[in-house]
């Protein structure tokens, strides 16, 4: 085995890598993923009433709902246009506050409340903003409520689905970096012969291999920490972070060598990947779902290596109390390299006869 | 001296070649297969309706409050017509969209909330209560009630906030995971309660209620996801066509068959015509079976369907002929095709969401398709509402055919 053969191999790979669609797909992905997954469907999973106001004198009621938790609020300066969005249903319910709107509730004159409801609008919602709206106006009119309300939670808050969404985005990363562009790039030089021309040289089917899992494991681990760093899960713990995505990436990484050794041509490797997809991604569901049983995400494969960047890099612990996942994640990677070997040789013996 | 071969006879050969080819592309063959089955599973496991109600429990039930109430009242002298409007409280007549459950037992109702008890509703309406910690069975023919959210107000409520005493306190028991503006509108709802009894009025007008709701007023009739996806998905089948079409082209090209093709009478407008005519069966055909598996045909609407779909279709046969005249292998292509159909995806996700569309996707050539199907499968629109749209994307089916036509017509000859 030499390292030097195997560095020019990796070099050649980084530098032709570009070309490939596959390659700038991987490095376009985290940032399409979370532009798509965070900005559209996470308002689509966790919607929040829309509230829009004109607000022509500074009223107190607009301040009180800028600092409130849970209601989208949109300011606007013509009535007419926020009644034209309200009946398109970009707001649930709009409020116009005229001049001197708080000081006439004050001195009783009983002004009347512009409040406008979208049609499309949820009953829940509406119900949510007509009653703030109204305990609003009511703390404008002064005076001790007749009642003290004590909210009291139990248990601990879910986290937002901004966060639930992060693994199945570095899975994505893990899978295109990792996964598909070694595995890809194995087949494309079976396809196209480069891979027996670069055989005949004194290059070793294990450098090359070795190679080709060294270029998913650096892509895979630029692109996860990149997507984790974009949806702010890198925190001050950022040297654990890098060392589960790099496990993570070591992982993913060998089985694109393992496709790519085994799948014949670019249609039986992309089938492999579509085929398994489910597979390999559902861990990422129980993420997004934990009121599923939790247990059953530990059947499949990357869950050893999607749980452990969870812990770390989005809830923040130490690296000390994921080593069991990594040390099962590290045993998948070595028996999944013993395959690849295995499958290599056969591979090799192929080429030999062709 | 051979007999001329008239051109639909050379067509229709080169359909069987096409038809051939197909089916033995397992991967593309597999997929489709996949997707005929995936997209009506998925459609049917949506949910059916919109649950647009906040679910409450109180206690004490409203009865004891206002019987409390009502001995109250009589020693404050309370008319017997006020009596009578006490007798007929309803707490929720006034908020659509809230449900009462009431319980007897503050405690027990807080237990609910935390999770350590569950709430059963039987078919005959009756709340059943169960410790499944403790080894509580399920009862029988009982619906599980998820309550995330009640309310213990002190027996004496109405009369203590009726009669101004000071020190009147309710507690709302809550889950965590119930979101802060849920929990901020039951504290406001508390405590407009509270102001009503006391006989605070309103310090504001309200306008009538016609001038308050805007748009067609879907109160109670929300459209639910599976009526959202319908569209959607008929959508994607025709999108997904465009992969499968491209891949047939690209092989051809990329193998040169098509220089094969053309040493025979076929002539180049045979081989497009063919490619045309297949490509938009394809897209069609399954667009058809989808319709069949998940329904959304009224007697208003099927002829613009089908019409909209018909366009769809060739649009994206037109998108398959740009991609596929490119003559990548199979990745290439694939990802190539992707660099194309991801934007024409972006209005779909429009459908999902609220509100009106951004004018950036309303100007992609596949968002007038969806915003007619849209508008006739989700809320009934007619011809004389989507001729816009419909010209609109008359105008880009134009602009992508004759592009893909053209890219590929010169690639042919390139050969």
Aim: hydrophobic share 55%.
């Amino acid at each position: 085995m030499s390292l030097s053969r195997m560095w020019k191999v990796l070099k050649k790979d980084l530098a032709l890598g570009p070309r490939s669609p596959i390659f700038l797909w991987a490095i376009v992905l985290p940032f399409a993923l979370t532009l798509i997954m965070q900005v559209a469907f996470g308002s689509l999973f966790d919607p929040e009433p829309r509230l829009g106001i004109v607000d022509e004198g500074d009223s107190e009621i607009t301040a009180s709902i800028e600092g409130m938790e849970g209601i989208e609020l949109t300011l606007l300066d013509d009535a007419e246009e926020l009644k034209a969005q309200v009946e398109a249903n970009d707001l649930d319910a709009g409020l116009v506050l005229g001049v001197g709107f708080d000081d006439a509730v004050r001195s009783g004159e009983k002004p009347t409340l512009e409040f406008y409801i979208s049609g499309e609008s949820y009953a829940s919602n509406r119900i949510i903003l007509s009653v703030t709206t109204i305990d609003l106006v009511r703390e404008l009119e002064g005076g001790e409520a007749p009642v003290t309300v004590d909210i009291v939670n139990f248990g601990r808050a879910g986290l937002p689905i901004s966060v639930r969404l992060v693994p199945l985005l570095v899975f994505y990363a893990l899978v295109i970096a990792g996964l598909f562009v070694p595995g890809s790039n194995i087949v494309e030089e079976k396809e196209q012969g480069t891979l027996m021309a670069m055989l005949v040289t004194p290059v070793k089917t294990a450098e090359v291999l070795l190679a080709k899992w060294l270029l998913g494991v650096i892509l895979a681990t630029i692109l996860a920490v990149v997507t984790l760093a974009l949806n702010g899960a890198v925190g001050p713990n950022w040297p654990h972070v890098v060392i589960v995505v790099i496990v993570a990436a070591m992982l993913s990484a060998m089985l694109g060598v393992v496709a790519g050794v085994f799948a014949k041509d670019s249609s039986i490797m992309f089938g492999i990947v579509k085929g398994t997809g489910i597979f390999l991604f559902a861990p990422a569901l129980f993420y997004i779902f934990p009121e599923w049983p939790q247990w059953i995400a530990k059947i499949f494969p990357l869950y050893w290596i999607i749980n452990p960047i969870w812990q770390v890099s989005v809830m923040g612990e130490s690296i000390s109390t994921v080593w069991g996942e990594i040390a099962v994640a590290i045993a998948i990677t070595a028996a999944l390299g013993a395959l690849a070997w295995t499958l290599a040789r056969r591979m090799q013996a192929q080429m030999a006869g062709q | 001296m051979s007999r001329p071969i008239s051109r639909p006879a050379i067509i229709g050969a080169l359909l069987k070649k096409e038809l051939t080819a197909y089916s033995r592309d397992f991967i593309y063959l597999g997929l489709t297969l996949v997707v005929l089955i995936m997209f009506p599973v998925l459609f049917h496991i949506l949910p059916d309706s919109v649950d647009e109600t906040i679910t409450i429990a109180v206690s004490p039930p409203v009865e004891v409050l206002v019987a409390d109430a009502r001995d109250a009242f009589i020693a404050m002298g309370a008319t017997e017509e006020q009596l009578a409007q006490l007798d007929e409280l309803d707490l929720t007549e006034a908020e659509e969209g809230l449900l009462l459950v009431e319980f007897e037992d503050k405690e027990q109702m807080a237990r609910v909330v935390e999770g350590t008890l569950e709430a059963w509703e039987t078919e005959a309406g009756d709340l059943v209560l169960s410790d499944t910690e403790a080894g509580d069975e399920k009862p029988k023919d009982a619906e599980r009630v998820n309550l995330d959210i009640g309310i213990a107000f002190p027996a004496s409520f109405i009369a203590d906030v009726a009669a101004s005493k000071s020190g009147v306190s309710v507690t709302v028991y809550s889950d965590a995971h119930v979101p802060a503006e849920i929990q901020g509108a039951m504290r406001s709802f508390v405590r407009e309660l509270a102001y009503q009894f006391a006989g605070r009025e309103l310090p504001v007008d309200f306008p009538e209620e016609e001038a308050v709701v805007l748009g067609q007023d879907r109160l109670g009739d929300q459209v639910t996801l599976r009526e959202r996806m319908r569209p959607m998905i008929l959508f994607m089948i025709l999108l997904m066509e465009t992969f499968s079409m491209a891949s047939l082209i690209s092989t051809e090209v990329l193998q040169r068959t098509v220089t094969a093709v053309l040493v025979t009478p076929a002539k180049v407008g045979d081989f497009l015509a063919a490619k045309t005519i297949f490509g938009t069966f394809m897209s069609m055909s399954q667009a058809l079976i989808m319709l069949a598996l998940i329904g959304g045909l009224t007697a208003q609407n099927w002829s613009l369907v089908l019409v909209v779909l018909l366009m769809g279709a060739i649009m994206f046969t037109g998108v398959a002929l740009f991609v596929g005249s490119a003559g990548k292998d199979f990745m290439g292509q694939l990802f190539y095709a992707m660099l194309f159909t991801v934007p024409l995806l972006i209005p779909t996700f429009s459908v999902l969401l609220p509100g009106s569309v951004a004018s950036w996707v309303r100007v992609l050539p596949s968002y007038p398709i969806v915003d007619v199907l849209v508008g006739s499968m989700v809320y009934g629109a007619t011809w004389a509402e989507s001729w816009g749209s419909l010209a609109y994307a008359a105008v880009w089916l134009v602009v992508l055919y004759v592009a893909g036509l053209m890219a590929l017509k010169r690639k042919v000859e390139t050969l």
